[in-house]
């Protein structure tokens, strides 16, 4: 059986979430680091093995390759089911792939690297201009998300109930960004509190940015 293979880049947040994941069910891989900044995702050599040139990619043991965090976490649910990133049951998992999808589709797909590097370059957004930009998208998300997780009798110590599964993955992934753009957190006690409980956990440590071999 060949090795399962996770391309990425130590400070990419879905890179992050595809790292927990995969320290959460103990599964072993070897890490190739892409530099996002350096343009190495858009040599030959990482474009014949994801075509869109973006990370995470994960090569699984029988070669096959799945890009985009969201997939490769759900493919890695159905592969090793323990523990588990989604509820048994319907309901719960409806909810859990909303509150990730509220990060995943709401505050990345224009906070991403591309869209900052845009701003500055067609647009000549400074540093400032860019990190204000980030927190827009950052709070116009997380104020309801705070209030959701706050309101819900399903928010436990985790985004749904006392076990982290992919709604923390996500959460946790934002927060370490938010850090880097100076994101108040003050007014979000909930999220604070999920994100604490979970960097108690060895796989969150162990999959955090600065503990990469890649990290700078």
Same mark, same amino acid.
């Given at each position: 059986?060949?090795?399962?293979?996770?391309?990425?880049?130590?400070?990419?947040?879905?890179?992050?979430?595809?790292?927990?994941?995969?320290?959460?069910?103990?599964?072993?891989?070897?890490?190739?680091?892409?530099?996002?900044?350096?343009?190495?995702?858009?040599?030959?050599?990482?474009?014949?093995?994801?075509?869109?040139?973006?990370?995470?990619?994960?090569?699984?043991?029988?070669?096959?390759?799945?890009?985009?965090?969201?997939?490769?976490?759900?493919?890695?649910?159905?592969?090793?089911?323990?523990?588990?990133?989604?509820?048994?049951?319907?309901?719960?998992?409806?909810?859990?792939?909303?509150?990730?999808?509220?990060?995943?589709?709401?505050?990345?797909?224009?906070?991403? +690297?591309?869209?900052?590097? $845009?701003?500055?370059? !067609?647009? /000549?957004? #400074?540093? %400032?201009?860019?990190?204000?930009?980030? @927190?827009?998208?950052?709070?116009?998300?997380?104020?309801?998300?705070?209030?959701?997780?706050?309101?819900?009798?399903?928010?436990?110590?985790?985004?749904?109930?006392?076990?982290?599964?992919?709604?923390?993955?996500? +959460?946790?992934?934002?927060? $370490?960004?938010?850090? !880097?753009? /100076?994101? #108040?957190? %003050?007014?979000?006690?909930?999220?604070? @509190?999920?994100?604490?409980?979970?960097?108690?956990?060895?796989?969150?440590?162990?999959?955090?940015?600065?503990?990469?071999?890649?990290?700078?």
């Amino acid at each position: 059986m060949s090795e399962i293979v996770l391309h990425n880049y130590f400070r990419s947040s879905t890179s992050y979430r595809v790292r927990i994941a995969l320290a959460m069910k103990g599964i072993a891989y070897r890490y190739a680091a892409h530099h996002l900044r350096h343009g190495e995702h858009r040599g030959e050599a990482y474009l014949a093995v994801n075509p869109q040139g973006l990370v995470p990619a994960l090569v699984w043991s029988d070669g096959t390759m799945i890009a985009q965090s969201m997939a490769i976490m759900e493919f890695l649910d159905e592969m090793v089911p323990e523990p588990p990133l989604l509820p048994a049951d319907p309901h719960g998992r409806a909810r859990v792939r909303m509150l990730s999808q509220m990060i995943a589709c709401e505050i990345h797909p224009v906070n991403n +690297l591309r869209i900052l590097n $845009a701003l500055r370059e !067609r647009y /000549g957004a #400074d540093d %400032a201009e860019v990190a204000s930009w980030f @927190r827009h998208w950052v709070e116009a998300t997380f104020e309801p998300l705070e209030k959701m997780l706050a309101e819900s009798p399903q928010t436990g110590t985790f985004c749904h109930g006392d076990r982290p599964g992919m709604a923390d993955i996500c +959460l946790v992934a934002q927060v $370490a960004n938010n850090a !880097r753009f /100076g994101v #108040d957190m %003050a007014p979000y006690p909930v999220i604070s @509190r999920i994100h604490a409980a979970c960097m108690e956990r060895p796989a969150f440590i162990e999959a955090a940015p600065m503990k990469q071999p890649d990290a700078e």
